[in-house]
Nanobody
Framework: QVQLVESGGGSVQAGDSLRLSCVASGLTFSSYAVGWFRQGPGKEREFVAGISWSGANSYYTDSVKGRFTISRDNAKNTVFLQMGSLKPEDTAVYYC???????????????????WGQGTQVTVSS
C-alpha cells in the first residue's frame, strides 16, 4: 500500500518561512518523480514544484521561483519543500504527489500523478 504523508504546514506571517516534508512508503521511491501542488480557496489545484527521481532536475512555477526550493533524500524516502518569503497568496493546502519515471523531466499536470498525499494546510497572513 502506497502512502505519501505531508507535514510541516502551519499559520505564519508574510515574509516567514516553512519547510514541508513528504514521506513515502510502499514504493521504490528512487524510481518516482515527485511534485508539490497546492489548492487555494476557490482555486484549481496547481503545480508548485517538481523534482526528478535522482534529484538532478527541479522545476518551479513562476510565482515561487527564487522563494521555494524542492529537494529529496532518497535514503529517507522524503521530499522537502523549503518555502521562504511567504506571501498571503501562498495560502493553500499543499499536496505531494508521485509518478513512476526515470526521466529527468518532471510533468506539471496533476492527472499524470499516480499517488497523492492527504495535504497540509499553509496559511500566510499579512
Amino acid at each position: 500500500q502506497v502512502q505519501l504523508v505531508e507535514s510541516g504546514g502551519g499559520s505564519v506571517q508574510a515574509g516567514d518561512s516553512l519547510r514541508l516534508s513528504c514521506v513515502a512508503s510502499g514504493l521504490t521511491f528512487s524510481s518516482y518523480a515527485v511534485g508539490w501542488f497546492r489548492q487555494g480557496p476557490g482555486k484549481e489545484r496547481e503545480f508548485v514544484a517538481g523534482i526528478s527521481w535522482s534529484g538532478a532536475n527541479s522545476y518551479y512555477t513562476d510565482s515561487v521561483k527564487g522563494r521555494f526550493t524542492i529537494s529529496r533524500d532518497n535514503a529517507k524516502n522524503t521530499v522537502f519543500l523549503q518555502m521562504g518569503s511567504l506571501k498571503p497568496e501562498d495560502t493553500a493546502v499543499y499536496y505531494c504527489a508521485a509518478y513512476h519515471s526515470l526521466s529527468l523531466i518532471v510533468i506539471y499536470t496533476p492527472q499524470e500523478y499516480d499517488y497523492w498525499g492527504q495535504g497540509t494546510q499553509v496559511t500566510v497572513s499579512s
